[in-house]
């Protein structure tokens, strides 16, 4: 009795998070450069915040020849999205330095759910206030 009367709450909790969560997007893009040259094979990682429990990652990509990237992601939410992109990489005082990786967050300003946010271009040589680093021995 108890077994079903759970896999019916289950199921009815499943359906009205469908029913009210919609799917939500956004769509990041941009250039970095490590000093003055192009940094390509840059790991990004598009996340959503979440309020309760982890974040989610929506999405991954690299950087091209140029520096460039584009990455979109989605997430079923209630309310809106919280997106926020990391990017790993090796530049550090803008040189290619694989003893140290750097880990920068750049938040996505919530007026761009739905739309194309442009960080524009970005030198990794410049440390964020969110930068993290984990260094090698």
Known sequence: MFRSQLLLLLTISSIAY???GTM???TVTGELNCGRNYYSNVRLELWEADTFGSDDKL???Y???KGQFKIYGEAREIRNIEPYLKVHHFCKN???DVKCEMIDRFDVPKQYQG???SLGLIDLAVATEKRKEK???
């Open 18 to 20: 469908g029913l009210f």
């Open 24 to 26: 939500k997007n956004v």
């Open 59 to 61: 999405n991954m990509t």
């Open 63 to 65: 950087t091209n020849d």
């Open 94 to 96: 803008g040189v290619h």
């Open 115 to 117: 739309k194309v946010y």
């Open 135 to 137: 260094c090698h021995k």
